[in-house]
């Protein structure tokens, strides 16, 4: 499977990353998917201790005892959290970050993060103190790169522009474009995209629309009845020959600062078609400019002072 740089770093990750979000708390049957997806060729695994209150990183783990070094591990950090109860709160302060990073590792079973990532963020957090935690984790060994996962513009600009961040994870399909607009800045900024939630729910994917929850109340600023549309252009010009998921995957991997796009799996099934949308043909530049044309290119209108 193809790989790429994360930024400017010496990770390099596969095209395919895998959420860990989706694997469910079967230790056996995630331990099937996690395996699928290592054989298959993706080295790239993404969790976060908020997910299952820290479980999902424990099942990581276990899952990856003898094989820790062929994989890129990511996980997140922000979000404090007591177990067995509901909710959390923000909290990007140092001591709370390297506090939490202790416990990821203990429940990842290593010694050291691939890429530690900031679940979040917003502009009145104090960015600098937040920045000092990570570069203190990564002169420390703790970690080997960080990274935040934000779609807030003045989040971004500021990591960008004070620390030195390798990625930026965000939210990015070609029903939510509005990533599209940063492409150039982070790349100029040596800053590579990980996309997640490529599919949209599901709206881009070979499961019959009237399936889909969030079809019929609208998905950002799409009407249900523009969906219906959407849909019936892609099936109509991809529909004979390729999957839709594959056409949702391509579409992000066809532009140069995006280095994975980061999908979830609860079945093999699902493992097997992830990794067949990202290793099928690429879009050419036609099939790309249809899509945009088909598509609205939409900006962030708020968080951007």
Do not use: C
Not at 29 to 58: C, M, P, R
Not at 74 to 99: V, Y
Not at 175 to 194: A, G, I, M, N, T
């Amino acid at each position: 499977m193809e790989k790429r740089q994360l930024g400017n770093s010496d990770l390099n990750v596969s095209v395919l990353g895998l959420g860990g979000m989706s694997l469910g708390t079967d230790r056996q049957y995630a331990k099937i998917i996690i395996d699928q997806a290592l054989d298959s060729g993706v080295n790239y695994i993404d969790t976060a201790d908020l997910y299952d209150f820290g479980e999902n990183e424990s099942l990581i783990g276990e899952a990856l005892k003898g094989k820790r070094d062929q994989i890129i591990l990511a996980t997140k950090a922000g979000n404090r959290f007591k177990k067995g109860k509901e909710g959390w709160e923000w909290d990007p302060s140092k001591a709370h970050i390297q506090g939490a990073v202790k416990d990821s590792l203990r429940r990842l079973k290593t010694d050291y993060i691939d890429l530690y990532q900031l679940h979040g963020g917003t502009i009145d957090d104090s960015i600098d103190e937040t920045i000092e935690a990570f570069e203190e984790l990564k002169q420390e060994g703790v970690i080997r790169e960080y990274g935040i996962s934000s779609i807030r513009p003045n989040v971004i600009r500021q990591y960008v522009e004070k620390s030195s961040i390798v990625s930026v994870m965000m939210q990015y399909s070609l029903l939510d474009r509005r990533p599209e607009e940063w492409f150039d800045y982070l790349q100029q900024h040596s800053v590579s995209v990980v996309a997640r939630g490529s599919v949209a729910k599901g709206l881009i994917s070979d499961r019959p629309l009237q399936t889909v929850p969030s079809a019929k109340d609208g998905y950002l600023n799409y009407t249900s009845n523009e969906l219906n549309q959407f849909r019936d252009l892609l099936v109509g010009k991809y529909g004979k020959d390729h999957s839709l998921t594959e056409i949702a995957f391509q579409y992000d991997l066809h532009h140069a600062p995006v280095a994975a796009v980061v999908a979830g799996a609860s079945k093999p099934e699902q493992m097997k078609q992830n990794i067949a949308s990202v290793e099928a043909d690429p879009l050419d530049l036609q099939e790309i400019d249809w899509l945009k044309r088909v598509t609205k290119a939409d900006v962030y209108e708020q968080h951007r002072t």
